[in-house]
């Protein structure tokens, strides 16, 4: 008996919502958003993240995609408070001490402008008198809110968190407005499982 293919969808995460499809802790799940049975988020965002976010009812790949020793690459913008400075800058890439272990090595970038994002349903603290810059960060572990205490340990506070790829799957070439979700072309499943391949030998 042949085994129906597995299912891998792409959504693009809202603020707001958990990534589990109950509610939890008074913020909406996914359940309202993608009306697919048995399939289940391959990591997860916190509420007030956005962004891409895989769903799956493939427990392998969503274990390869998730597994700290496999370090398969997610990217992220990230809007901070003030603009970073070379040190700080180098501190992120080198690894900082988040809750008394420090973090890989990853990759920083400082963008010259913001990226092309719909507004947030609750826009993010604004203050005059301090600006703001956004980041691209990526990593190759998934720690507990890592991104926040990353920039915090930095002294730039996230205001807008939004991770904007998985592997090679980036959000701006899925075509998805927050809430909307698609399953992954053969191409894109191709490249995903492919990455996932590179990792485990890396």
């Known amino acids: 008996m042949i085994e129906p293919p597995h299912r891998i969808l792409a959504l693009y995460k809202p603020y707001g919502h958990v990534s589990r499809f109950s509610d939890e802790a008074g913020h909406p799940g996914l359940a309202s958003l993608v009306p697919v049975p048995n399939v289940y988020a391959a990591g997860r965002l916190d509420h007030d993240s956005e962004g891409l976010l895989l769903l799956t009812d493939d427990g392998a790949l969503a274990h390869a995609l998730t597994d700290p020793r496999r370090g398969h690459p997610r990217s992220y913008w990230v809007q901070v408070e003030r603009v970073p400075d070379t040190r700080a800058l180098e501190a992120l ?70 991770r904007a790829a998985l592997g090679p799957l980036h959000l701006a070439d899925l075509g998805l407005a927050p809430g909307q979700w698609r399953a992954l072309r053969p191409a894109e499943e191709g490249a995903l499982r492919a990455s996932v391949s590179r990792a485990r030998r890396a």
């Not at 719909?118 to 008198?129: A, L, M, V």
């Open 93 to 162: 890439v080198r690894g900082v001490m988040v809750q008394g272990r420090r973090t890989r090595p990853a990759q920083v970038r400082l963008l010259r402008e913001a990226p092309s994002l719909p507004p947030r349903s609750i826009p993010i603290r604004f203050r005059k008198s301090v600006p703001t810059a956004w980041l691209e960060l990526t990593l190759r572990e998934g720690r507990n809110r890592q991104v926040r205490r990353m920039t915090a340990a930095v002294g730039h506070p996230t205001l807008r968190l939004v």
